[in-house]
């Protein structure tokens, strides 16, 4: 009994305790600075609150081992943010799934603000359903064309962000050919008033003064 109980009450077993709290505290705590402070850090940063320029450009290959991939445009979140007042989170979504054994995609498009679609080859754009889907041989030299605002008039928007999205194939560092997608900001009309900043980081649409114009008034 006696050997036991100072086994339990052992100087160095309290020792080797300790030492296991604190390296599962400082694990802990790496694990909640990499996961979610750095990223939060990230996207609050000063110089990472500015919108998009037209012609940015963000590609994306689909992993083999998970077979799908999540592209979002968003408000202040997502892989595209447009720190727009009129755009917001989710505005709209892009699910693109591979398949098993080939490089054929299915591409679902969710939205959850208004969007027009202009659908590869066609001239004109279009009210986007709730949920529409394409297939990646579509938009192979291609390009399906978005526009998102926060309204629709008409069936025309005066003021939104304009995504394209078109594919190509390349060779990677295996030697095998992989499809990637291309997601770009074709257009922002009639652009993005920098000095309309407000209090939660957003901004509004439209142009620029020049002084001399500021001067002329």
């Known amino acids: ?4 109980l100072a086994l339990i009450f052992s100087p160095k077993l309290d020792l080797a305790l300790g030492l296991l709290s604190a390296i599962a505290f400082l694990g802990m705590g790496f694990f909640v600075y990499w996961e979610i402070l750095r990223p939060y850090a990230a996207k609050t940063r000063p110089g990472q609150l500015l919108p998009p320029d037209e012609g940015d450009t963000f590609e994306v290959v689909v992993p083999e081992s998970t077979r799908i991939y999540r592209f979002s445009v968003g408000q202040k979140f997502g892989n595209i943010s447009t720190f727009s007042k009129a755009i917001q989170d989710d505005h709209i979504v892009f ?3 591979k398949g098993k054994d080939s490089e054929d995609y299915d591409i679902l498009i969710n939205r959850s603000g208004p969007v027009l679609m202009k659908p590869p080859r066609m001239q004109y754009f279009a009210k986007m ?17 978005f ?10 928007m005066t003021q939104y962000f304009e995504i394209g999205l078109t594919s190509n194939f390349f060779m990677n560092k295996m030697g095998k050919e992989r499809m990637r997608f291309v997601f770009s900001v074709q257009k922002i009309h ?9 209090k939660k980081g957003l901004y509004s649409f439209g142009k620029e003064r020049s002084s001399y114009e500021e001067e002329a008034e």
């Open 147 to 156: 526009r998102i605002s926060d309204k629709i008039t008409k069936d025309r």
């Open 95 to 97: 699910v693109i799934k």
């Open 1 to 4: 009994m006696y050997y036991i």
């Open 190 to 198: 009639p652009g993005i008033a920098l000095s309309s900043k407000d």
């Open 129 to 145: 359903e709730s949920n529409e889907k394409l297939e990646s041989h579509e938009i192979i030299g291609q390009t399906a064309s």
